[in-house]
């Protein structure tokens, strides 16, 4: 069961018991808003993007991933995915 469910469950039994307490407990089952998120530092992965990666890698294979994705303000992991076929 997920919360939402488990929430509606307690209300219907806290109801049908006549126990309020029960309904209180229930009141406390939501969901947290997250906290703020950082602004994202990385472009975004487009196609021409993707196509850069592929070139610089073809034209120097040694150049470390770290290098292509400071040249192209990705994030090396999504360097990592294009170059191993995991971003079409």
């Known amino acids: 069961m997920r919360i939402p469910e488990i ?13 309020p307490e029960l309904a209180e407990l229930a009141d406390a089952l939501y969901r947290r808003k997250p906290p703020q998120r ?3 530092v990385s472009a975004r992965m ?16 040694d ?7 400071a040249a192209l303000n990705v994030n090396p992991g ?4 294009v170059l191993r076929g995991f971003r079409k």
């Not at 929430?7 to 126990?19: E, K, Y």
């Not at 999504?78 to 995915?81: A, F, K, L, M, P």
Request: aromatic letters at 0%; charged letters at 25%; zero cysteines.
């Open 7 to 19: 929430q509606n469950r307690l209300l219907r039994l806290a109801a049908a018991h006549s126990l």
């Open 38 to 40: 950082a602004a994202a």
């Open 46 to 61: 487009t196609p021409e993007t993707r196509g850069k990666i592929k070139a610089l890698h073809a034209a120097d294979p």
């Open 63 to 69: 150049l470390p991933l770290a290098r292509i994705a």
């Open 78 to 81: 999504r360097v990592s995915e």
